[in-house]
């Protein structure tokens, strides 16, 4: 191989920067929290994406290494996302419903300060047996607020026997409600999947 | 990566031969119906055979992989130095392999897809001239790479990997089908001058959305218009193998020359690849357009940061401003045949 000519390119082309000198501007300064909400039958499954921007890279790290030994052990990871876990909210019908993570992944200390490292987590909520109808989960995100961006979305259910109706979301996407329904859905049971969330709600100091 | 000279010599003549004829064709206005798919597929398989006639062993080598390799994701939004490419890199060609290489790519994409990639390129080139980068972080044209998944084929799917800082083109071909999904495209700086006229490589995307959102009213707005932020892509690089819930105003609360409009703005991203490949993309997109929603996130005035999201059975479409007007992200994916997935393993 040989080196091409960049210089050479750059001269010719000879271009002028329009734009203001923000080179550069991937996010740096907050992190990115993404979750994705499966809703099924018998389980909401929520994947959260977190990126923290190179500029929070060290902070990040060092709030997670607690013993400062540069690598992220396995205590460690489990300890930070049972934190992220329980800056979540996630009620099922007015009624909070427990969680438990599943599955978590952690990328190197350097991917991180490169910008590109992602923890990954995979939490599982069990859903008691509920009545055909109308649903309302609501998903809220505490975790890092104030310092991060917030997407929230409603996966395509992989039932046929859940219909996604409708998703209402806060200004910064912290908090995603999702309405759903379950089929054999009649009058009667809608009415009582009402007065079951009012009960629920009533029952919330 | 040092040329068989000889065969690289002949092998650029005929490349730039068909790419000339190829790229001409497609802008006669009856083009697409003389380019079939499966023709768009012998030009593009033939380039890049003759893109690997310019190489040597282990050129060819490092430009190949298994259609079924990890490296068929391994693609990002980041420059180098950030992410690690494989492939064939454009700064390490000599100019005859980059020359084969380019004409590769003006065969398989469309005059105007052709030409959005290189304005993304020379968005990359006015970061790095600039004086971005710096550190570990390369801008630049040379920091470009092309990669072959599969042997490239005219009936066996192989697929065509170009990409660098804010482009993903991941092209699988399969005879009279393709897809281009996932790609991703971006741009900063949205806007730049080059030779004297002002370059917008995503300009089409931002400003036939703005006019398609301009002939709403009220209700159709109100049913569009998501009322939150968005911070980024939700289906961005690393989130393959996800649907997410359709939101937003369904086409078929869209008139006619609603509809229209919003198929002109699908096509900016379908209509990258080459003309014979992408009209049977556009008619399947068109069949499924009852089922397609439009959502929108940010002010509705021309020249605003808005972010949207075109979603079908079969399609995936954001844009999503990164903070401002001059850096934008894109996403174009089908959930159900990224990576070419409905199409039969070699």
């Not at chain 2, 992989?65 to 992410?83: H, L, M």
Request: hydrophobic share 40%.
């Amino acid at each position: 191989m040989r080196g091409h000519s960049g210089l050479a390119i750059g001269a010719a082309l000879a271009l002028t920067l329009l734009a203001t000198a923000d080179v550069f501007a991937h996010r740096t300064e907050d992190y990115l929290q993404a979750a994705r909400i499966g809703v099924e039958p018998d389980r909401i499954q929520i994947t959260l994406d977190l990126t923290p921007g190179t500029a929070v890279a060290e902070s990040f790290l060092a709030a997670i290494d607690r013993d400062g030994d540069g690598s992220l052990s396995a205590a460690e990871q489990r300890e930070y996302a049972r934190q992220m876990v329980s800056a979540w909210q996630l009620d099922l019908d007015g009624r909070s419903l427990p969680t438990r993570v599943r599955a978590s992944s952690f990328p190197d200390a350097a991917a991180v300060r490169r910008g590109e490292g992602t923890i990954r987590l995979d939490v599982e909520a069990t859903v008691p047996d509920l009545s055909p109808g109308s649903h309302r989960l609501l998903f809220r995100n505490a975790h890092l607020a104030g310092h991060s961006a917030y997407l929230a979305n409603a996966l395509v259910p992989e039932s046929d026997r859940v219909a996604v109706t409708a998703q209402r979301r806060d200004r910064d996407q912290s908090e995603l409600t999702i309405e759903y329904t379950m089929p054999g859905g009649s009058a009667a049971a809608s009415l009582a999947g009402i007065l079951s969330r009012l009960t629920a709600a009533l029952r919330l100091p | 990566m040092r040329p068989t000279v000889g065969i690289g010599i002949v092998a650029c003549l005929g490349v730039f031969a068909a790419v000339a004829a190829s790229v001409s064709a497609q802008k006669s206005p009856s083009a697409p119906a003389q380019s079939t798919a499966a023709e768009a597929t012998a030009r593009i398989a033939g380039s890049a055979q003759a893109f690997l006639a310019t190489l040597d062993d282990a050129g060819r080598m490092k430009v190949q992989f298994p259609f079924d390799s990890p490296q068929k994701a391994r693609w990002s939004n980041f420059p180098t130095g950030i992410f690690k490419r494989e492939g064939a890199r454009m700064g390490d060609l000599t100019p005859a392999q980059r020359a084969a290489a380019m004409a590769l790519l003006a065969t398989a994409f469309s005059a105007d897809g052709y030409r959005k990639v290189r304005e993304i390129m020379h968005g990359d080139e006015v970061l790095r001239t600039g004086g971005g980068g710096g550190g570990r972080v390369t801008f630049g044209e040379d920091e470009y790479y092309l990669a072959f998944l599969g042997t490239p084929s005219v009936s066996t799917p192989w697929m065509l990997q170009f990409g660098g800082h804010h482009l993903a083109i991941n092209m699988t071909l399969a005879g009279r089908e393709a897809t281009l999904a996932p790609s991703h495209t971006a741009a900063q700086p949205a806007t730049y001058s080059f030779e004297g006229r002002t370059v917008r490589p995503l300009g089409d995307e931002n400003d036939l959305a703005f006019a398609l959102m301009a002939t709403m009213d009220d209700a159709q707005r109100t049913q569009a218009i998501l009322g939150s932020t968005m911070a980024d892509l939700v289906l961005g690089p690393g989130q393959d193998g996800r649907t997410i819930q359709p939101e937003g105003l369904p086409a078929s609360k869209l008139s006619a020359a609603q509809q229209a409009k919003l198929l002109d703005l699908v096509r900016e991203w379908v209509g990258i690849a080459n003309d014979g490949l992408a009209a049977p993309r556009m008619e399947e997109i068109r069949t499924h357009l009852p089922q397609t929603y439009f959502a929108w996130s940010g002010p509705t005035t021309p020249g605003s940061a808005a972010y949207f999201r075109i979603q079908g059975p079969t399609l995936v479409i954001e844009y999503a401003p990164q903070r401002g007007v001059d850096h934008i992200h894109t996403m174009y994916r089908d959930p159900t045949n990224d990576y070419g997935a409905r199409y039969a393993r070699p």
